[in-house]
């Protein structure tokens, strides 16, 4: 970003410039989401009108929540996986729908007692938790990073928002239903609302320390390419191994990635820029992650090698404009 774009954002009105993030997040979450990841081509790109107030609104929402109590990513973390647990599990429901779509998505480590898959559910979760939610929120605050911390939106439009994630949800989940008429059981859903309200409670009570222990944080590069393999090995494992052995391996990458950003992250050494280059290691691994997988929707082929190389150079320059911005604050609040 040079001068001249910083005066054109400057010179924007002021009320636009105050949601301008919250706006950018809107449409990067459902963009990372789908069209990154593979599922929609390039000409299918007008199903994002469908999923994208769901993904979207709930992806400020769960950013706007967590700020406007003075949380940090602990409870962004929680919050975004409240997502993806509402998501899958009430409004398509693929946590327990055994052919959705004709994947079969619960044959693998399947839980008879459950209706559930042992693989698919923390794989699924992951995708929101990371992916949908949490990479997006990295980015975007990071392209505004002296609001980093703040609300970007007042009562208003966090209403809007909360609105178009319960409009996008009633209509994606009318649009499911459609498709695949498969409703889960009335115990499944109670007990999926009860998981998700105990998630949302245990983000709430999490507070940031006011001091963080001492100790080394590797540098922001070994930390961006370590995103990088864990989100590849994530995305890949599936395709190496089966059944139960493939569960145990979705868990086994979930706990290694989960300790390795607490232990890390918690340290005082820890930036901005290595949020960054976690977010942007894992959204890399989306981008590369899109081209070998076939599409849901839109074609194949050519057109879709087309959208996936345009949507990874987007990404790419998305993470070059958040890693400067970054850079920037940080020379400017050491300058003398």
């Known amino acids: 970003m040079n001068a001249n774009d910083d005066v054109s954002i400057s010179s924007a009105p002021r009320g636009f410039r105050r949601v301008a993030p919250a706006f950018a997040l809107f449409f990067l979450s459902p963009f990372v989401a789908e069209m990154l990841l593979g599922d929609f081509a390039i000409d ?80 699924v979760l992951t995708l929101h938790t990371v992916w949908s939610i949490s990479v997006p929120i990295a980015i975007v605050e990071a392209l505004f990073p002296e609001r980093r911390t703040q609300p970007w939106l007042g009562r208003i439009g966090l209403g809007i928002s909360a609105g178009l994630m319960i409009g996008g949800a009633l209509l994606v989940h009318g649009a499911t239903r459609k498709q695949d008429p498969f409703t889960a059981s009335n115990v499944q859903l109670v007990s999926t609302w009860i998981v998700l309200a105990l998630v949302v409670i245990l983000a709430l009570r999490c507070r940031p320390k006011a001091t963080r222990p001492a100790g080394a944080v590797p540098g922001v590069w070994v930390m961006g390419a370590l995103a990088l393999l864990w989100g590849l090995g994530f ?47 894992a959204m890399l691994a989306y981008a590369c992650h899109g081209f070998p997988q076939e599409p849901v929707a839109g074609s194949k082929g050519v057109i879709d090698l087309v959208g996936n190389t345009l949507f990874a150079i987007v990404a790419v320059v998305l993470l070059v404009l958040a890693a400067r911005k970054e850079r920037a604050l940080t020379s400017a609040s050491h300058a003398p």
């Open 44 to 123: 299918a790109i007008w199903i994002v009108l469908v999923v994208g107030p769901l993904y979207g609104g709930g992806a400020v929402i769960v950013r706007e929540t967590a700020r406007r109590l003075g949380r940090g990513w602990a409870t962004l973390l929680l919050l975004a996986l409240a997502y993806g647990i509402f998501e899958e599990g009430i409004v398509i429901q693929t946590l327990f729908n055994p052919n959705y779509l004709g994947l079969h998505l619960l044959r693998h480590g399947y839980v008879p007692a459950l209706g559930m898959s042992a693989w698919w559910t923390p794989f």
């Open 235 to 281: 995305m890949s494992v599936n395709r190496l191994v089966q059944d139960w052995l493939l569960a145990g391996a979705q868990w086994a990458l979930d706990l290694v990635g989960f300790v390795l950003l607490v232990v890390f992250a918690r340290r005082a050494a820890w930036t901005p820029l290595h949020t960054v280059a976690v977010a942007g290691g």
